[in-house]
């Protein structure tokens, strides 16, 4: 804990979100129990912990679908004071904030084509350039200009997920692998600065799993945004993350790099104790 | 304490008018909870219980049968059993086929099923009001009424009988849901329906029970209403129904005991809006309760919480 | 208990398909008795002044007690694969008892010659209808069931096919419609029926507004997926808007129009903002609480609404500032005196149907231009899923609040053009059974379908208004379709959903 202060006061600009004495409690159940950590911009960071240890509680916190009981959640920017996610309302983290999420179990608009889904993922933009629809409505030139490179966008996120062949298919209908990339495609549209991904390669095949690593690389490198990432499978999480927490009942138990995390006898005993149940 | 009297007189009123509102309201509570929908129907399955309570009622005067316990037991009996029937109907047809399917399905089935009962109804049974004779009267003479001619607070047998009758159906009723299998099958479909059916129970059997009891409870309101009121038509269970629900919405929907005190809240305060404020104006009252209980504390009185999964 | 429950439970050993369909029969037959040996067995009667008193009518329900059975007992067979005495009992019913009823409603002696199981016809023709519902459903299980029921892939072809279906009709059919609707009323004279045209263009004006009506309740219901059943209030709220600006005021129809549209459209703001975060079906029933409410008020608000009575003697539509009139005062014009013609009471009812066809298709017009813009996209977006919708930033209330507000816009356009077209108003005409018919409209159509709901409004109201007889039935078909169409093709007729955009130009197909 006290590293990770530290590297925060070395390189303040590198830190992205900073957890701490996050608690979250529901009833007499305490999913989270005073969790302090960091994310740094262009890193991956994995949160790891056995099934029930919390790790969806804590991005519910982060991306607002959840009131914390206590702690507070910054989001630092390159410009102006951190945002307080904590005090915000769900819908503004997305929008204000630009933390973008996926689900543990896609949640996409299956009715909707796959490029209609990126279109809504761009709305806030496209309010924006609509007029808040009554300059839209009258067709200004503004807002189909603005309309078209959001297509663009979308048709580039497409190409690089390799599914342009699939924009006109509802999402619903589309293979397995293609909704998991889809979602985080959409994630992207909203031109996050975090993006969290909830088990992105749960059900994945291995050649999947494998392109979904690069991907994640990829956003790292290119778009240079930070990624939280929470993750069981453990080739995904130690291959790419440049940083782990792992949590176990609720707590944190450990925290560092991949290789730190692998040697870290708490981490150790948290695993195997609960193997089988944890091995996908 | 010139006023005591008017308001105990309006206590009196508005505890027995909860009472039914408080039966009612169970039905919309308890298909809630178990199915999580808002039974649209259930407002007209009370009409219909009404209405059976009434036609059983003819067919006493008719058979000549006069000793009044024995004509409440067949209304009871009579309007519970067939009534229960539409309830378990209703839910055959309109409902078990789309579990499972789009949120608005069932809703807009729902919505169907309550015109289908009502305008069946009305074109069996015809569109006007049916008066029926009280069939107790008198009360007792609580205070007033002497030489200072004063206000008469009453309480009429029928109050005491609609009372009577709802706190001997109410304790049963947490009886058999506490302690019995179905209580117990139905929370565990509450809780998660995939799970229960794998662990053996028969779901589409408890939810039906769910939706028979609630027509039961409902039919019994009915009976009620029209020993009380004596004036049935085929659109009484609209207004009824949304008052109903408000008072399940008012105690915490999914909640037994909420519903019973949400119904006995409602009819508090129909009673005193009416006394005190405006007698046209009490619906646009119970609606207002609905709006703001949703607004500040859509969980009710003593609902708990619902943890939004992700 | 369902058939599949049935065949779980008794996998040892088969059970008699004859014995097991007759055994559901059975029970269906008890509860057919319970249902209906009171409620139908006996008329209760009541009249003025007398006590109640009853009527038995108990061969009514020892025929329902036998057909409804026996249809159950062909639908169990068909369930077991043996479609033929569904599709010969589910026909031959349906040629008997739809013909007897026909006749019935006909006035024909020939309803006496053959007996008949009901003394209402239009009971022999529901249950005719039931036959026919026999007869599709086995007719569908021999086309799908032969071979084990339909693999995931077939299913999928088969939406497809019928999504496919839907939009070559709705193409075909929207502008077919579109322009029979601009040149009726000027073939009308020259039709056979010239002599009704008057009736016809009347009934064609009611069509109109309740297809106004199905396609801003669609934005609500359709695009944005919340259910709101108490559409007509702000139907009412532009009626009365109307009434009052046109009778205190003086304004025209067309400087009432806006204002009508912009305060329906504040009141679905006011009733949307604090509901709107609730779960569907509390918005449902609360909307449903607000359309009574406002009746209410309309009725007990006595000195600004007129009370039971309602608001009288509004004036009606003009052409543009020439009234539709025999005399105008001296010194103006009347719409006849101007252009030269006539004084003929057609011509407001002609006009009146193009100002109503104009405002319907302007409604079609911004609803299908909003759901390409983001707005509407996010609207269908939230009815597919809302919590996704959280995570992108889209702020779920205010864009439900911008289709309740849009919705109920429309709806005071449509009241303000029914109380110039009535000259009076009153709380009778803002019942829940409008809102219920105009969403019976929007849900028969296809939530989201514009062909779809003109459809369905010819269907639900031109057909009562042709064939009186119908009317008394009318509801109870409406709540019938509802739950029917929920059963059995919950999209609405005429289903399908075209992407708002689109990458390549025509539909990619696989």
């Known amino acids: 804990m006290s590293a990770a202060a530290a590297t925060s006061v070395a390189l303040p600009d590198d830190t992205l979100l900073t957890v701490e004495h996050l608690t979250m409690r529901f009833g007499g159940l305490v999913a989270v129990e005073e969790v302090t950590f960091e994310a740094k911009r262009r890193q991956i960071t994995g949160v790891i912990g056995p099934n029930g240890a919390g790790k969806t509680t804590l991005f519910n916190c982060i991306t607002g679908f959840y009131k914390p009981t206590t702690g507070r959640l910054s989001l630092h920017r390159d410009d102006g004071p951190p945002l307080l996610l904590e005090q915000m309302d769900g819908y503004l983290i997305g929008q204000k904030a630009r933390v973008a999420r996926t689900f543990q179990n896609i949640r996409l608009f299956p009715g909707m084509s796959a490029l209609e889904n990126l279109m809504v993922a761009q709305h806030n933009k496209l309010m924006r350039a609509s007029g808040f629809t009554f300059l839209g409505l009258i067709g200004m030139p503004g807002y189909r200009r603005a309309e078209a490179e959001a297509k663009e966008k979308a048709v580039r996120w497409l190409e690089r997920l390799g599914m342009v062949n699939l924009a006109d298919d509802p999402a619903g209908s589309l293979p397995y692998g293609a909704q998991r990339r889809l979602e985080i495609a959409r994630a992207m549209c909203t031109d996050p600065v975090l993006l969290c991904l909830d088990e992105p390669a749960a059900g994945l095949n291995p050649r999947e799993s494998a392109e979904l690593n690069h991907l994640l690389l990829e956003i790292r490198d290119q778009i240079g945004i930070g990624i939280l990432l929470i993750e069981h499978d453990m080739s995904v999480v130690m291959g790419i993350s440049d940083h782990i927490v792992v949590l176990d009942y609720g707590r944190k138990i450990a925290d560092g790099t991949p290789t730190e995390i692998q040697r870290d006898p708490a981490v150790i005993r948290a695993y195997l104790g609960e193997e089988e149940k944890d091995d996908r | 304490m010139d006023w005591f009297p008017y308001f105990l007189q309006q206590l009196i009123n508005g505890l027995t008018l909860g009472s039914v509102y408080g039966l009612i309201a169970i039905g919309y509570t308890m298909v809630y909870g178990i199915i999580g929908m808002v039974n649209f129907a259930h407002g007209d399955v009370y009409m219909i219980g009404a209405f059976q309570a009434m036609i059983m009622l003819l067919i006493c005067g008719a058979l000549g049968i006069s000793w009044v316990p024995a004509i409440l037991l067949l209304m009871l009996i009579v309007s519970v059993v067939l009534t229960a029937a539409y309830g378990w109907t209703v839910e055959r047809i309109a409902y078990r086929p789309l579990r499972g399917s789009s949120r608005l399905a069932p809703l807009i089935s729902a919505i169907g099923m309550s015109v289908l009962l009502e305008n069946y109804v009305q074109l069996v049974q015809g569109p006007r009001p049916k008066p029926v004779e009280p069939l107790i009267r008198g009360g007792f003479q609580l205070m007033g009424g002497g030489a200072d001619n004063s206000f008469v607070v009453q309480l009429g047998y029928m109050q005491i009988v609609i009372v009577m009758i709802t706190i001997i159906l109410m304790g049963a009723f947490a009886m058999a849901i506490g302690n019995t299998s179905l209580g117990r099958q139905q929370r565990a479909c509450e809780q998660d329906m995939k799970m229960a059916s794998l662990l053996g129970v028969n779901v589409d059997r408890t939810i039906s029970l769910t939706f028979v009891l609630g027509a039961a409870l409902a039919a019994v309101a009915g009976m009620m209403v029209t020993l009380y009121y004596g004036n049935n038509d085929f659109f009484m269970g609209f207004v009824a129904g949304i008052k109903a629900f408000t008072a399940a919405v008012l105690g915490g929907i999914g909640s037994l005991p909420g519903a019973m005190l949400g119904g006995i809240l409602i009819g508090l305060i129909e009673a005193f809006w009416s006394a005190y404020f405006s007698a046209e104006y009490k619906d646009v009252a119970a609606f207002s309760i609905l709006v703001l209980v949703l607004i500040f504390r859509p969980t009710g009185l003593l609902g708990r919480p619902e943890v939004e999964k992700v | ?510």
């Not at chain 3, 057909?67 to 349906?94: E, K, M, N, T, W």
């Not at chain 3, 009778?247 to 949307?272: D, H, K, Q, R, Y």
């Not at chain 3, 006539?342 to 149907?353: G, P, Q």
């Open chain 3, 1 to 510: 208990m369902t058939d599949a429950v049935m065949r779980t439970a008794l996998p040892a050993k088969k059970p008699n398909i004859y014995v097991e369909a007759f055994k559901e029969a059975s029970v269906t037959a008890v509860l057919v008795f319970l249902l209906s040996v009171y409620m139908v067995g006996l008329q209760t009667q009541a009249s003025q002044g007398q006590p109640l008193s009853f009527t038995t009518r108990f061969a009514d329900v020892f025929w329902a007690c036998i057909l409804v059975p026996c249809g159950r007992y062909l639908i169990a067979l068909d369930r077991q694969g043996l479609h033929l005495p569904a599709l010969i009992g589910g026909i031959v019913s349906f040629v008997y008892l739809f013909g007897v009823g026909t006749f019935g409603l006909a006035g024909s002696l020939a309803y006496d010659t053959f007996p008949h199981p009901f003394d209402e016809p239009m009971v022999n023709i529901i249950f005719g209808l039931g036959g026919i519902y026999i007869f599709g459903a086995a007719y569908h299980g021999t086309r799908t069931r032969r071979h084990g029921g339909l693999t995931i892939d077939q299913r999928e072809a088969k939406e497809q096919r019928s999504a496919s279906w839907a939009r070559r009709m709705s193409g075909i059919l929207g502008p077919m419609l579109v322009g029979v609707a601009v040149v009726i009323p000027v073939f009308m004279p020259f039709s056979p029926w010239s002599g009704a045209t008057r009736q016809v263009v009347e009934t064609l004006v009611l069509i109109l507004t309740y297809v106004m009506l199905g396609w801003g309740l669609n934005i609500v219901v359709g695009l944005a997926g919340l259910l709101d059943l108490g559409y007509v209030a702000f139907y009412a709220v532009g009626a009365y808007t109307y009434a009052k600006l046109s009778t205190e005021l003086g304004l025209n129809f067309w400087e009432c129009l806006p204002l009508a549209g912009i305060l329906a459209a504040s009141f679905g703001v006011m009733l949307g903002f604090p509901v709107l975060r609730l779960r569907g079906d509390y918005l449902a029933i609360v909307t449903l609480g607000f359309g009574e409410m406002i009746r209410i008020v309309l009725i007990n608000w006595q000195d600004f609404t007129g009370g039971p009575n309602g608001i009288g003697s509004i004036p009606k539509i003009d052409f543009f500032g020439l009234p539709f009139e025999r005399k105008a005062p001296p010194g103006e014009d009347t719409f006849a005196s101007f252009f030269g013609l006539d004084f003929s009471t057609s011509h407001r009812v002609f006009f009146l149907y193009y100002v109503i066809l104009v405002l319907a298709l302007i409604t079609n017009f911004v609803t299908i231009r909003l759901r390409r813009l983001p707005i509407g996209r996010a609207w269908e977006a939230l009815r597919e899923d809302e919590t996704a919708c959280r995570a992108l930033g889209i702020n779920p209330t205010n864009t439900k609040l911008t289709a309740f507000a849009i919705g109920a816009m429309f709806a005071g356009f449509a009241g303000s053009f029914f109380a110039s077209r009535q000259g009076f108003v009153s709380p009778e005409s803002f019942v829940f059974i409008e809102s219920a018919q105009i969403l019976a409209i929007v849900v028969l159509g296809g939530m989201g379908s514009q062909v779809g709901v003109a459809l369905a409004a010819i269907l639900l109201i031109g057909l009562p208004e042709v064939m009186r007889e119908l009317s008394l039935y009318r509801m109870l078909f409406y709540g019938m379709c509802m739950v029917l169409i929920m059963l059995l093709r919950p999209r609405g007729l005429l289903a399908h959903r075209e992407p708002t955009i689109q990458l390549k130009k025509r539909g990619y197909s696989r």
